[in-house]
């Protein structure tokens, strides 16, 4: 008999396979490489967003919505190029999965109805109080803790498998250069994509190759070479999640509702430069083409309310990177940028606010109300925060290999696997992080529970 029935290595969004298996009977051992990982991975630094297409939250609320929809929403972002198998396994259980994070894993959850996201037709991103992942993964945690079919071994890196007659053999090195191998009926790579491997970085994304990476040290792509080692496809390594909207000061997520309420960029020269509301994914790339690379995101203080109830816009107000000014020629000179030109966007972002004019000059058609009052401004970098390519996997999470057969045993989430996003960066849509990692996770336990009843239960 192996030594457990399921490996799980990454506890981020792994976690939550962690806890479906243990939910099905099964013993897991959670494997991570990260001494620090409650503060340090991509799950902690997340908003905690998480779509649920038809969760009961939505049917309280009064809003319709289901798989079909939200699978439509995934095919227009992406234009009709993405992994379909596993979007329409997500979409068709994204409601479940929610409801299964409040019910069984005791996450508060609510759906935030004061603002829409970019590419959403229906309000359908779930998140807990505070909007922050470090709560979505101290939840997560305890769980586990309290769970007696799960153990851990932190820190320990997944540095290899392979696969014998019986099952895969894990090993696992220590930070003391020690190694020990497991046996397992099943793995789950849940270790993330290759953001921190700045080789694999330039090769696939060389549009925000030169942007700041904030995301995990330990996504150093770490599936991709065990999966290569089993012979498994990996696709759409292109694809990744940018975000325009990085304070330079605090190195924090100003987040872009900032934006969806209303507020708008420019650079040094006091003008725009785009369509902010095509999303903060793909706006990352647009302003790390702009002169200086940093741009100065607008807004007033009826969107500085309506976004303190974020975590991170938390952060960064009391980070001291926030400007204020009682005019646009007091704003302008506090951020030093010509007050004609601001005033001038003003002018037209507010004719839009209105009505007057049905578009900008970019094309942009919707500002929530125009701007007045007190202004805010926060200066903006562009950022890569991770990788949406990975292994290829089926509606199962199951790793396939170049003939599109299974490989058995081997489980991708996450980071990890191939994701929902299509190619580059505009194929993102809020929640695409989250969804295939607690999504993927959730199914890959799920199969090897059924799959692999190595131990008694
Ligand atoms: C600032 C920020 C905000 C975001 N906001 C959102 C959001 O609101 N909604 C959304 O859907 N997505 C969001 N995302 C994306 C989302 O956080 C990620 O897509 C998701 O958390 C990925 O989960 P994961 O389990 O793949 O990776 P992680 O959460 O990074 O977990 C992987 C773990 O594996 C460990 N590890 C790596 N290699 C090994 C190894 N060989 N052995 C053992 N352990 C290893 C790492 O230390 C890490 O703890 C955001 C990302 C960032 C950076």
Redesign the pocket.
Known sequence: MSDVDLVV??????LAGALRAAQLGARVLV????EH?LR???????????PGAGSRWQRAAGIEDSPEKFLGDIAAKTHGDFAEPVAEALAGMSAELVEWLGDHVGLPIELPTDFDYPGHSAQRVHSIPGRH?SRLLHHLADAVAQESLIDTLIP????AARRTEEDLLVTVSYPDGREEEISTGALLL????YGANRELVTEHLPEIADAEY???E???G?ALRIGADFGAAASYLDAY?G?AGLSAEART?VTWTVVMHGGFVVTADGRRFGDESTGYSEYAAVLAGQPGASGWLIYDERIHSATMAFGDYVDVVNSGAVRHGESVAELADSIGVPVEALAAELVEASAVARGDESRDRFGRTRFEQPLSGPLYAVRILPAL??TQGGLVVDRHARVLDANSDPIPGLYA????AVGISGHGAAGYL????????LGLAYLAATHSAAEFPRSER
Do not use: C, K, W
């Open positions: 290595a990454g506890a981020g969004g792994g494997v991570e490489a990260n990982y340090g991975n991509n799950t902690s630094m997340s908003t905690a967003m998480i992942g320990g890196r997944v540095a849940a270790t993330n994509g904030h995301g995990s330990y996504s150093t770490d999640q975000h997520l925060f991770h989430s996450g980071g990890a809020a929640g695409n992080g989250l969804l295939p990692a």
